[in-house]
Each structure stands twice: as C-alpha cells, then as structure tokens.
C-alpha cells in the first residue's frame, strides 16, 4: 500500500465515520421545521481554525435578512426566508469549520444589524454594517445565503449570482452552481448568473445563493426539511472546495464600489 493510497484509505475511514455521525444526527433531530430553529442558541462570531482543504482561508457567510426583514416566504407554509438562510448559514459554518476555513458569521440570530430609530434607512444601515463587519475581518470570500421567490409558482432551482466582471467570483459561482445541481438534483438546472448585489461589491471574491424557490410548493417543500438543508450547505462548501482546489491563478477581484449612499434592496 502506498503513501497515497493510506491517505485514501484514511480519508475513506474518516468520510464513512463523518457520514455516519450525520446520519444519527438527522435521525436524533428529525424533520420539524419548528425543532430545526429552536434550541440552536447563540454561536460565537468567528469559528476556530483547523487543519484541512480550506485551511488559511477565511470566509464571511452572510445569512441574509433577518429580525424586521423577512425576506421572502413560502406560500404554503409562511416560513420566513430569514429564518431558512439562518439554518443553511450556521450548516455552512459548520462543514467550512470542518475543511480547516475560519468563518466570519455576519449573524447568528434573528436580528438585523441596523439601529431601531429612525425607522427609515433600515436596510441600507443593514447592508453597510454586513459588509464593515466583513471587509473588517479580512475575509477571503464571502457567501451570502438567500431563498428566491417569483410570481410564477413553477419556477424553482437553486441558482448562484457573482459580481459581473469579477473572475474569480464567477468561477466560484460556476462550480458551486455545478456542485448544487450534483447533489441536490434539481428539476430545473440553472445556470450561475451575474448580479448587481450590494454585498458582491466589497473588493473581495463573493457568491450569493438563492437556494430554492419558496414560491414553488414542492422546493418550500423540501427547503423545510433538515435533510435538504443539510445537502444544500454541503454543495454550498463543496462548491467552495472545488475552487479551491482548482489549479489556477485566481485573478484579483476589482475594489471595493462605493455605494455608500446608495440604497439598496436585495
Ligand atoms: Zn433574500
């Protein structure tokens, strides 16, 4: 046996044990959308390092939304969009602690990072205090998470957007977009998408994932079931391992856009 083959043989044990433990604690905490939210409780800002593929690397993930802004909700269940990207958000943080990357969380509760009063404004204060906490961090890359919704209920598919003229977020987004339809096997398969988003525009390589429709009742569906959530934070930071492990020079991302007045909507 060679020093490769260890390797994979180590890797196989160690896949075949990660796995297993996923399958008792899926089958521990079963598939209430209400237990998925409850009991999760506060988790510190920024995960410890570690050893592993994504080692050195240090990415923000953005859930977005939250406290008074909801984001988009299901049609048939009312769940609020915060609340899924939330979920999906502390998953990722979880498996990208796992590859060794350390993680910069822009929250981990059911908040918005803008001041009550004045009341006006909100979502731009919001915006701005994601991307300081962000750009203050060091981050490498950033993955901001999100659920679609559109006026025709049949569209679904997860889809992921980059900063246009941004080559390194573009290849980003193409191979988590290749990973999210590998695992998830999605009805329709979309193609990653340029986007004009507000927490793209930082000066820093970026995605942001629409992980589902919940304006289509069978992806609201299966969004609200821990076992899809899971698989899709694990295509998310598959995707992410993918680019990594791309042996190419990945160009720089273009500065920072001052949008600082600007407001925003995403
Ligand atoms: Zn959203």
Redesign the pocket.
């Given at each position: 046996m060679g020093k490769c083959d260890r390797v994979r043989m180590c890797a196989g044990m160690l896949l075949t044990v990660t796995a297993l433990c996923t399958a008792l604690l899926t089958l521990c905490a079963g598939d209430n959308a209400a237990a998925a939210f409850a009991g999760r409780g506060e988790q510190t800002a920024v995960s410890t390092e570690a050893a592993g593929p994504l080692a050195g690397l240090t990415i923000a993930v953005d859930a977005?939304?939250g406290g008074y802004d909801g984001?988009?909700f299901g049609r048939v269940s009312g769940v609020a969009?915060?609340a899924l990207?939330l979920d999906v958000a502390k998953r990722v943080e979880a498996l990208l602690s796992e590859q060794g990357a350390k993680v910069v969380m822009t929250r981990t509760g059911d908040y918005a990072l803008c001041d009550e009063d004045p009341p006006i404004r909100k979502k731009l204060q919001d915006m701005q205090r994601r991307a300081k906490l962000i750009t203050d961090s060091g981050a490498d890359l950033v993955i901001s998470i999100?659920?679609?919704?559109y006026a025709g209920r049949s569209e679904s598919g997860p889809q992921v957007f980059y900063r246009e003229n941004c080559p390194a977020g573009r290849l980003l987004a193409g191979t988590m977009q290749k990973s999210l339809i590998d695992v998830l096997s999605p009805a329709k398969e979309r193609s990653a998408l340029g986007g004009d988003y507000y927490i793209l525009t930082l000066g820093l390589p970026g995605v942001l994932v629409?992980c589902g429709f919940l304006s289509n009742a069978q992806e609201e569906a299966l969004l609200l079931t821990e076992d899809y959530r899971q698989k899709v934070a694990q295509a998310i930071v598959q995707g992410i391992v993918d680019w990594q492990g791309l042996a190419v020079e990945k160009p720089e991302p273009l500065v920072a856009v001052d949008r600082s007045d600007e407001p925003q909507a995403?």
């Open positions: 977005g939304h984001g988009a969009e915060k990207n999100h659920m679609n919704e629409e995403i």
